[in-house]
């Protein structure tokens, strides 16, 4: 089955799937980029508010803000690497594109969050909302080995669930902004670009525009 780049499934509660996003040339390229941004803004641990306890994932950001969390300072958007105090890099052009393609939305994201997942990693569910504006869409691109992504309108209530592949794209805007997601798990031998592992990134807007 081909997959045509403009496909796209619209979910009753306005999620938007589009499966195949980005190709194979593109996938490569994305992953280069997403490495070249890790040479310089070092993946980390990051941490649960409060108890301190460990993300199964690793990550980075790439842009003016980036998502952090640890024990003392719980969520929050930040500009420097937690670690390095550097700047974040730029965001990738391919990232970017996506989020002029898909996001329906007139300014530029603030924030890439970089997931990285191990074979056994997974995330659970939440709602995305330590930003201002929830009026501006996240964008999430997926490279690497699948994963069964899950989302609901509340903790502890349904979730459907979706298999997020290497090239996908996926939008949380309108009514499924600030739905519950995660991911439920990572399917083993579904990709070779990272070697069994997955990264997603996620385009956020931060700030309210002025
Ligand atoms: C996230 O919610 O931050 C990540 C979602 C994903 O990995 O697909
Ligand atoms: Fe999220």
């Not at 310089?40 to 508010?49: D, K, N, T, W």
């Not at 393609?101 to 994201?109: I, K, Q, V």
């Not at 930003?131 to 903790?155: K, Q, Y």
């Not at 298999?163 to 399917?187: C, N």
């Amino acid at each position: 089955m081909t997959l045509f780049k403009g496909a796209r499934e619209t979910f009753a509660d306005g999620l938007v799937y589009v499966p195949g996003y980005l190709d194979a040339g593109e996938q490569d390229a994305l992953r280069a980029a997403v490495e070249a941004a890790i040479v310089s803004a070092p993946l980390f641990q990051p941490r649960m508010p409060r108890t301190g306890k460990p993300f199964s994932v690793k990550m980075t950001n790439c842009g003016p803000l980036g998502w952090v969390s640890d024990q003392a300072g719980g969520y929050r958007y930040q500009a420097e690497h937690p670690e390095t105090g550097r700047p974040w890099p730029a965001i990738p052009a391919l990232a970017l594109r996506a989020w002029e393609e898909l996001g329906a939305y007139p300014h530029p994201p603030e924030a890439c969050l970089v997931n990285l997942y191990g074979p056994e990693a997974r995330m659970g569910l939440h709602q995305d909302r330590d930003e201002e504006d929830f009026t501006a869409p996240v964008v999430s691109l997926s490279l690497g080995a699948s994963c069964i992504f899950r989302w609901g309108p509340a903790r502890g209530g349904k979730t459907q669930s979706l298999e997020l592949a290497s090239g996908d794209a996926l939008v949380l805007a309108g009514a499924a902004r600030l739905a519950y997601h995660g991911v439920a798990r990572i399917l083993p031998g579904t990709s070779a670009l990272l070697g069994g592992e997955r990264i997603n990134l996620t385009l956020r807007r931060v700030t309210k525009p002025p």
